[in-house]
């Protein structure tokens, strides 16, 4: 049970049989509502289905979803394209409160409060690698048990087990709305994808 998740995880219909032959979980921040009401369960679900509706119009957040989808495939995606590679993933966004303007740090009560139900979501759902978007915020946020990894290509890990002994393994990316290079990141992510 997902008790303390206010805001769903959107899975792919092929994360249990992805192309690595591995779960994976991709982890941002959070959601930016202007609207605070707009902030139901299923946000998750509802950015992915307008990022791949072609009635809508391009917006800028869109490069970030589409960059990342380059850096898993190895191939230049392009905002349809990318929902096959989003398809083989699950998409969870760390804080479980809306942040109420672009760009805005969460408070460190909304840090704190979001890491019961991170362990609910990797409990629940299994992952064998989390990409964490942000190697120099979020992945600090994250909760401090567990135990160091292997470094990947030069990035430090982290080590997750969970209550069955399964080890879930975190890699910090840089973020994709960043000066993001999906051809560097997908060597890095593919020799994880490896291990």
């Known amino acids: 049970m997902l008790r303390e998740v206010k805001f769903l995880p959107r899975v792919g219909k092929y994360y249990d049989h992805s192309r690595w032959g591995k779960r994976v979980m991709v982890l941002g921040e959070s959601h930016y509502c202007a609207n605070p009401s707009e902030a139901t369960a299923n946000i998750t679900q509802r950015v992915f289905e307008y990022l791949f509706d072609s009635s809508c119009d391009h917006e800028g957040w869109m490069n970030t979803y589409t960059k990342f989808a ?3 495939s190895g191939q230049q995606e392009n905002r349809f394209s990318a929902e096959a590679v989003w ?4 998409f969870y966004n760390f804080i479980q409160e809306p942040m109420t303007a672009p760009r805005q740090a969460p408070t460190e009560e909304q840090r704190v409060a979001a890491q019961g139900a991170f362990f609910e979501v990797i409990e629940h759902y299994r992952p064998d690698l989390v990409l964490v978007w942000g190697h120099d915020r979020l992945y600090d946020y994250l909760p401090n048990v567990g135990h160091q990894g ?3 290509c030069g990035v430090e890990t982290w080590i997750y087990p ?8 975190v ?6 709305a960043s000066a993001f290079s999906p051809s560097e990141w997908h060597r890095t992510i593919s020799v994880a994808l490896e291990n």
């Open 70 to 72: 380059s850096a898993l």
């Open 87 to 90: 398809n083989e993933v699950l």
């Open 150 to 152: 292997a470094d990947c």
């Open 162 to 169: 969970l209550s069955d002994g399964h080890e879930v393994r």
């Open 171 to 176: 890699l910090p990316v840089q973020h994709p």
